[in-house]
């Protein structure tokens, strides 16, 4: 069976802070690793990976894919507040968009 | 350029009712997907296809119905609702298996009483 895992469940850090997201998957036929924010509404696209070692970076995010390893990295600089959202890791694989939990970071004024 | 279009946004049912979600996407997207979110669970994959004509059994499909007639619109079909479909439902769609992002439509709040 596939699987997502997210690590931590939630996060509470205080604006300025950098923090990690951790996403690690067992996807048979991977395809790729996609990223989303969401804020009580529809998910949001941040990035999608397909190949190791290449990071994609948007502004103070950035991520990166490890094949070997099986896990992705979710990096955030400078957090604002409004950083605070669920972060989604989904993973494109045996024909299925397989979702983890998510990772709900909270970010201090 | 409407993306994924989900109607209803919200919806109260009794339970034993029967409905039906609607999704239409405008991007001739081959893959699409219905997911459910409750809280604590992220989002659950209910039913895919991955073409017109192609349906297949998600994560979760119990209870559920998906129909494939049109490469636009992915219908959702509740049976007899129960207390334990009350969820926020998201309609997905991509233009190829993983080899793009996938869309989201704005959600359905499902409330069954």
């Known amino acids: 069976e596939d699987k997502v895992v997210q690590s931590p469940l939630s996060l509470v850090v205080h604006e300025g802070d950098t923090v990690t997201l951790n996403c690690s998957y067992e996807?048979?036929?991977?395809?790729?690793l996609l990223w989303y924010k969401q804020e009580k509404k529809a998910p949001t696209f941040l990035f999608m990976l397909?190949?190791?070692?290449i990071e994609k970076k948007s502004g103070r995010l950035s991520s990166i894919l490890d094949k070997k390893e099986l896990f992705s990295i979710l990096n955030i600089t400078a957090t604002q507040t409004g950083d605070s959202a669920v972060y989604l890791c989904a993973v494109f694989g045996n024909e299925k968009l397989t979702f983890g939990t998510g990772t709900r970071l909270t970010i201090i004024p | 350029n409407a993306g994924v279009t989900q109607t209803p946004k919200f919806q109260v049912l009794k339970t034993g009712q029967s409905m039906t979600l609607q999704c239409a996407q405008d991007?001739?997207?081959?893959?699409m997907s219905w997911y459910r979110q409750d809280p604590g669970m992220g989002l659950r994959l209910i039913h895919y296809s991955v073409g017109a004509g192609i349906t297949d059994q998600g994560e979760v499909p119990n209870g559920y119905n998906v129909s494939r007639s049109t490469t636009e619109d992915f219908p959702l079909r509740l049976l007899s609702a129960a207390p334990s479909q009350t969820s926020v439902y998201f309609c997905?769609?991509?233009?190829?298996?993983?080899?793009?992002?996938?869309?989201f439509g704005q959600g359905t709040r499902l409330t069954v009483v």
């Open positions: 996807v048979t036929n991977f395809r790729s």
């Open positions: 997905a769609s991509s233009y190829s298996f993983g080899g793009t992002e996938a869309f």
């Open positions: 397909t190949s190791s070692g």
């Open positions: 991007m001739n997207h081959e893959y």
